[in-house]
């Protein structure tokens, strides 16, 4: 009887985590829901709505791999970039074709699918190395794609699809063809269907699928790997089917955000600051200030730290005053010893703990 | 037939010849201890039989299975778990998980019905809690199921261990210095528990410690390593009575 008692005690306390999470974002919907019906969100801060989604859902995904996997990844802003790109070509390529709902759910399912398999790929070789490497070779990944993309030319005509990574001329298409991706421009006019309710939907499902991974089987052996390597072979875990299955998850959460920020933007670039090394470092900051392994803090840094500068402007003399003593805040409750216990006590990890030195030689 | 069979294992760091022709035979059912001083190689040793150092020569043999060579985790499944001397548990990971952890194998169901909580993930996570919770009340250590493994106090992290490498169902259990840090009444305990499970478990038990005494106690026979070499082999009296043995260890 006792131990029955016990059981539900465990199934208890992974859910509160997860019901806390749940109502903070559910709490922040229905305040910016009332704040603009009654006309008190000013249009920057509602253009960022769906942006504090998107970006909550990469951090989500990045703390999954820093948090989970262990692993540090600067990349994370390329996986979101693919499946911005891959979602936006195909809504643009079907406009018209097929109708709204289906095609938004089409290229929501293409978008994730792709940075997923992106994810997988570069996985497979990063996933040998760990600490610097990895975090150079992500670094590298994410620039790669953001480069790619600047020089792809992608059109379409009668003929199909039309590619060149020179210039829109040599694309060779009819004179009624439909330039689609268009180099440093872009894509154009991608229907904007990311609507708030949509990203809060999107982000409350992709919330529970982490928890529930991580509190999986799949997911006590991605933990019992990060924890110990060595340990986690010696029970007989395949280490490297879990280190990918993580990495991959993360990848297509990433891509979610891509896919929501697409069709949030009438122009969609991939520059340093929207997919580039910056924006990968802005999510890792999102992440370590949240605390790494704490999913609902990472979207409230994210919402936090997108929203504030906005909320702000009124107070342009103390804006930036204002901002840093927030993130010096956000600093001491990462940071703070008494602050770490409580932390500790609620399972969230800090930095340092991931940084730590992989280097095993020796094995006593 | 023997469980484990070693012939002729060998192992160089650089220049450093850590292990050099060790062989040993355990039957089924044994209680069988490594000993020698610090540095003699016992470790490494244990590093070999479970692949995470791969031997320059030799062969093992698990069940008349050759497993030279072959990765950790599929050495675990071929039935040999271990602990280590400086305990590694899975420290953000609650007593229960670590055992559960252990117990990944034997249960299963997919990472989709895990994420979806089919009603496979629900049924699958109670036996799971059932299994684990039956193993750590073998070291009374079910009254901590819900406490990270890294709080527990040193005694039970060294029992946790086993109990995650029993969980693994192996037909060959490796302890490297189990008492290690233990004081006199502690390691007792230890002693009996380890007594206790070769028989609930139906486990061979190979145990490196450096305090003779301690394993005179429960081992029926010894292997002492000096050096990297095979000082001494046989029954634990003999072993005990070895002039060679004395005098390289007991002497001092
Ligand atoms: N990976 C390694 N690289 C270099 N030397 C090692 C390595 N592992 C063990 N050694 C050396 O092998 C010798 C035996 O070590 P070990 O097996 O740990 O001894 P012990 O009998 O105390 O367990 C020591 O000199 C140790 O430094
Ligand atoms: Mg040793």
Redesign the interface.
Known sequence: MKKINKLALFANKSNQRLFTTILVILVLYVLMTILDGTGNLSSLMKGLLVPVCAYSLVAVGLNLCVGYLGELSLGHAGFMCVGAFSSAFFSKAFVGIIPDVPRFILSLLIGTALAALFGFLIAIPVLRLSGDYLAIVTLAFGEIIKNVINVLYVGVDSQGLHFSMKDMMSLGMEPGGKIIINGAQGVTGTPRQSTFTISVVLLLLAIVITYNFVNSRTGRAVKAIRDNQIAAETVGLPITKYKLIAFTLSAAIAGVGGVLYAHNISSLTATTNTFGYNMSIMILVYVVLGGIGSFSGSIIAATILTLLPEMLRGLSNYRMLIYSVVLIMLMLFNWAPGILKWREAHGIKNFKSILKSKNTKEVQ | MSLLEVTNLGISFGGLRAVDEFNISIDKGQLYGLIGPNGAGK?TVF?ML?G??KPTDGKIFLDGVDITGK???EI??AGI??T???I???????V??NV???L??S???S?A?????LPK?FA???K???RA?EILSVFGL?KD??VLASNLPYGKQRQLEIA??L??NPKLLLLDEPAAGMNPNETKDLMNTIALIRKEFDVTILLIEHDMKLVSGICEKLTVLNFGRVLSQGETSTVLNDPEVIKAYLGE
């Open positions: 470790t590093n479970t995470i150092y990765r950790t985790a675990n499944k778990a271990r280590f001397q400086n590694r548990l899975f420290g953000d990971q609650s229960l998980d559960k952890i252990g990944h194998n249960f299963e169901y990472t019905t895990g994420i979806f909580r993930y699958t996570e109670k799971m809690d059932e919770l079910d199921a819900d995650r490498a969980a693994t």
